[in-house]
């Protein structure tokens, strides 16, 4: 079995920062690619970033220059950097990842999601 698990989101004024992070555990054999998605109240589960295992990064263009994703493959760990966050960036934050593990060929995994909300 495959697990993510998010941390570091919360409450945070607005022009403030979090980072967030999510572990990938389990019998994992290879992680192409991770992500970071949010889903605000009312509105459709948006990608805000993704990484590939060659560190290729790409962001939603309300977060860009704002959000940084990173990764520690070491670790199976995927961050998300947010600075300057504004009260839209509220939002449950999920992550997800693209995972090869011993039980199954590429699957897509998803965490139990963090909430942030950015108060103005």
């Known amino acids: 079995q495959v697990q993510l698990v998010e941390s570091g989101g919360g409450p945070v004024q607005a022009g403030g ?5 999510c572990a990938a555990s ?6 192409k690619t991770m992500y970071w998605y949010r889903q605000a109240p009312g509105k459709l589960r948006e990608l805000v970033a993704s990484i590939d295992s060659d560190r290729t990064t790409n962001y939603v263009n309300s977060v860009k220059g704002r959000f940084t994703i990173s990764e520690d493959n070491a670790k199976n760990t995927v961050y998300l950097q947010m600075n300057s ?5 509220t939002a449950v934050y999920y992550c997800s990842a693209l995972i090869r593990s011993r039980t199954s060929t590429w699957e ?13």
């Open 17 to 21: 920062s979090l980072r967030l992070s």
């Open 26 to 31: 389990g019998s994992i054999i290879s992680i």
């Open 85 to 89: 966050l504004k009260a839209e960036d």
């Open 108 to 120: 897509n995994y998803w965490g139990q999601g963090t909430q942030v909300t950015v108060s103005s």
